[in-house]
């Protein structure tokens, strides 16, 4: 089992910036990978970026160039770097840890809301 707390959302004027920061703890050794996901009112929640356990990031293509996903081993912490942020990014923002573990399982946050006003 993994149990992830979020912190970080807020709300934001367009153009402005947002850090959420997501701690892991429980079973960390069998997660292979973090990551962001957000979910908008009336549409399905979508990845937004991720990071491998080897340190690769990858972005959903309407993020690219604006948010920056880390992670601290040591403090088993995965962040998100928002920039420039626009009002389409309004959403609920959860936590993602996948493991390796018997097959692949996710394991969720319990969401922040990010809300960014034009």
């Known amino acids: 089992q993994v149990q992830l707390v979020e912190s970080g959302g807020g709300s934001v004027q367009a153009g402005g910036s947002l850090r959420l920061s997501c701690v892991a703890s429980?079973?960390?050794?069998?997660?292979?990978?973090m990551g962001w996901y957000r979910q908008a009112p009336g549409r399905q929640r979508a990845l937004v970026a991720a990071?491998?356990?080897?340190?690769?990031?990858n972005y959903t293509d309407s993020v690219k160039g604006r948010f920056t996903i880390s992670r601290d081993n040591a403090q088993n912490t995965v962040y998100l770097q928002m920039n420039s942020l626009k009002p389409e990014d309004t959403a609920v923002y959860y936590c993602?840890?996948?493991?390796?573990?018997?097959?692949?399982?996710?394991?969720w946050g319990q969401g922040t809301q990010v809300t960014v006003s034009s």
């Open positions: 993602n840890a996948r493991t390796g573990v018997g097959g692949p399982t996710d394991y």
């Open positions: 429980g079973s960390i050794f069998s997660i292979v990978r």
């Open positions: 990071i491998s356990s080897g340190g690769t990031p």
